[in-house]
């Protein structure tokens, strides 16, 4: 169930005609969850229509919770070649960081009092891996403090329609255990967002929750993190869906440290 205050965190705008989805938390940056309508265009054409100086940062996203700043990738890309990984931060200006998403959560955080910024494509294996707390420490090596970050989780599929294996449920569950990687010691669980139906022998997951809670965990205070409240499989006037189609078609989802 969407409630009114979680609706009234998201607002739908449009540029050269084309709607696009915001979020308030992050309304000190330019920054946006497109939709479908976009397509074909390229992240540096759309970079432009945003801002008018912007030097475009984008990873080849393989599913897995590698983190690169765009020093690092201006440093170690090759000409014509992408680097791997599916999380990039900035502490510079003028800088567009693009992921690409169908199903998967498209994540965007921003530091209101030093302007860092990340942008974070989390499928259920880069979740598993925890990337989004590797990102929130990359951030904090830098200086950032938790109560000064401000997360939006865009578009992704609803949680009752991503059936997976018991098996990836597993991993799923390993990454919010409280004996986890990062040598910290992690709130308790809530209410854990995972469905098993027996009578059928299915699992349910909201990777998008599970994001959430990881977050939490991390000491991120719950109101400064706001989930989407639409679905990419069920919303299939604005989001592609590869579970919904099975083509490999992608929304892009940005934000610019340029303030």
């Not at 996203?61 to 900035?90: M, P, T």
């Not at 530091?111 to 910024?117: A, E, N, P, R």
């Not at 027996?198 to 993190?225: C, F, S, T």
């Given at each position: 169930m969407i409630t009114n205050k979680l609706a009234t965190n998201w607002q739908w705008k449009t540029l050269n005609g084309l709607p696009y989805l915001t979020c308030n938390f992050l309304k000190q940056w330019n920054h946006g969850f497109l939709t479908r309508s976009f397509h074909p265009l390229s992240p540096e054409k759309i970079g432009r229509f945003f801002h008018s100086?912007?030097?475009?940062?984008?990873?080849?996203?393989?599913?897995?919770?590698?983190?690169?700043?765009?020093?690092?990738?201006?440093?170690?890309?090759?000409?014509?070649?992408?680097?791997?990984?599916?999380?990039?931060?900035?502490?510079?200006?003028?800088?567009?960081?693009?992921?690409?998403?169908?199903?998967?959560?498209?994540?965007?955080?921003?530091?209101?009092?030093?302007?860092?910024?990340?942008?974070?494509?989390?499928?259920?294996?880069?979740?598993?891996q925890r990337i989004v707390p590797e990102a929130i420490i990359r951030l904090q090596d830098w200086g950032s403090s938790l109560e000064n970050l401000y997360i939006a989780i865009g578009p992704a599929i609803n949680g009752r329609l991503y059936q997976v294996s018991r098996s990836v449920a597993t991993?799923?569950?390993?990454?919010?255990?409280?004996?986890?990687?990062?040598?910290?010691?992690?709130?308790?669980?809530?209410?854990?967002?995972?469905?098993?139906?027996?009578?059928?022998?299915?699992?349910?997951?909201?990777?998008?929750?599970?994001?959430?809670?990881?977050?939490?965990?991390?000491?991120?205070?719950?109101?400064?993190?706001?989930?989407?409240?639409?679905?990419?499989?069920?919303?299939?006037?604005?989001?592609?869906?590869?579970?919904?189609t099975g083509a490999r078609q992608v929304q892009w989802s940005l934000i610019i440290s340029d303030k």
């Open positions: 100086d912007v030097t475009n940062y984008q990873l080849k996203q393989v599913h897995s919770n590698l983190i690169l700043s765009s020093n690092e990738i201006d440093k170690f890309s090759l000409k014509n070649s992408a680097l791997l990984g599916d999380g990039i931060i900035s502490n510079k200006k003028k800088q567009a960081l693009w992921v690409a998403s169908a199903d998967c959560v498209p994540i965007l955080i921003g530091d209101c009092k030093t302007g860092y910024v990340a942008a974070i494509h989390a499928g259920w294996k880069g979740t598993a991993k799923i569950l390993v990454s919010l255990d409280n004996k986890s990687n990062l040598g910290k010691k992690l709130k308790p669980l809530n209410n854990i967002p995972i469905s098993f139906n027996q009578k059928r022998d299915k699992v349910y997951i909201n990777i998008a929750q599970i994001n959430q809670i990881q977050l939490e965990q991390l000491g991120v205070d719950k109101d400064k993190i706001s989930i989407a409240p639409y679905c990419t499989y069920q919303s299939s006037s604005n989001f592609f869906s590869y579970r919904r």
